[in-house]
C-alpha cells in the first residue's frame, strides 16, 4: 500500500517546474504539504486577499479571473502550480481561482517553498520560465 506522502509526490511529479528533482526530493515537498479539496463552484482565493501560500493542482480543474477582464482568463489542470506570484511580491493574490471541477490540491506555505526552492535551484529556474511565460501571455492578450 502507498503512503499518503508518495501519493503527494507522484502527483506532485506531474508539475513541469518539478520534473527536474529527484523523486527522493519530492516526498521531501510533500512531507511539508497538505492537503485541500474544493468542491465545483468553490473559491479557492480571491484577488486581492493576503497571500500565504502556493497551490499544487493534484486534481481537477481551476479557473482563473482577473478583475479588469470579463470571464475566465484561463483554466488550470492538474500538475500547473497556483499562487506562486505572492511569494515574490505584495502577498496579495492577483486573481480570483475558482474550482471549475472537484479539485484537489496540495498547498505550501510561502517560508517553506522558499526554503525549498533555495534548495533546489533547478526547480527555482523552472519557476521563474512558467511565471514568465504566464505574464508574456497575459501581456499579448491570450
Known sequence: MTSLIDDRARALRRSAILSTAAPEDLVVLAAMMREESFI???TVCEFGEHADRAFFIASGELDVRLPRH???VR???AGEVVGEYGMFGEQARTSTIVARSDARLLSID????RKF????PEVTLALLQVTA???IQLERGG
Do not use: H, N, S, V
Open 75 to 77: 483554466t488550470m489542470t
Open 110 to 113: 510561502y517560508e517553506r517553498f
Open 70 to 72: 470579463e470571464g475566465i
Open 117 to 120: 526552492l533555495l534548495d533546489f
Open 133 to 135: 511565460r504566464r505574464l
Open 40 to 42: 465545483a463552484g468553490e
